[in-house]
Each structure stands twice: as structure tokens, then as C-alpha cells.
């Protein structure tokens, strides 16, 4: 199995960043993926940004220019560089890794932008 923990959320001024970080461990062969999802309460988990194993990257459009995501392979690791963050990015960040064909998603942290 694979464990992912997530790091970084809190509470930030609009305008202002956070580096969001997810370190996976456990039986790891190869992660063929890793990603970033956020909820809002009453709205549904939607993709931010995600890294794929040829480091081929995708953003949401809400998101690109301000978010850049980047992986570190030696420790296993994604991170979520945020920076002019606004309000409407305030949810709960869930990490996301496919390892050998199977998904993995961790326990959320969540980020709240106050106006």
C-alpha cells in the first residue's frame, strides 16, 4: 500500500502564497502520476494541477499562471507552489499519486483565503 501525507494548508491573506507538499511512502515501484484535487463545501472535487511520470504537467484554468506543481522523484514527493491566492481558492487540497495502476488519494489539508 501506499500512504500519502499532505502538508502546507492553512490560512493565508488573498494576495499572499502557501507551498502545498505530499510525501508518498509504502510499497512504491513507480508513480506513473501524482495530482492535485481541491473541494469546496458544496461543490464538487476538482482537478488543480497534476505531474505525470514523463513530467508532462496540466493546470486548471482557474489556476494557471499563480500555481505551479513540481515533483522531487528522490523523496517521493509533489508540491503545489500557490502564490496570488484569492478567495475562490479556498477548499480542502486533496493529493492523488497512480502507482502501478492503482490510486491513491491522502487525507486532505485544507486552505482557506481570506478577502
Known amino acids: 500500500q501506499v500512504q500519502l501525507v499532505e502538508s502546507g494548508g492553512g490560512l493565508v491573506q488573498a494576495g499572499g502564497s502557501l507551498r502545498l507538499s505530499c510525501a508518498a511512502s509504502g510499497s512504491i515501484f513507480n508513480i506513473n502520476l501524482m495530482g492535485w484535487y481541491r473541494q469546496a463545501p458544496g461543490k464538487q472535487r476538482e482537478l488543480v494541477a497534476q505531474?505525470?511520470?514523463?513530467?508532462?504537467?496540466n493546470y486548471a484554468d482557474s489556476v494557471k499562471g499563480r500555481f505551479t506543481i513540481s515533483r522531487d522523484n528522490a523523496k517521493n514527493t509533489v508540491y503545489l507552489q500557490m502564490n496570488s491566492l484569492k478567495p475562490e481558492d479556498t477548499g480542502v487540497y486533496y493529493c492523488k499519486a497512480l502507482v502501478v495502476g492503482r490510486l491513491y488519494w491522502g487525507q486532505g489539508t485544507q486552505v482557506t483565503v481570506s478577502s
Open positions: 505531474i505525470t511520470g514523463g513530467a508532462s504537467t
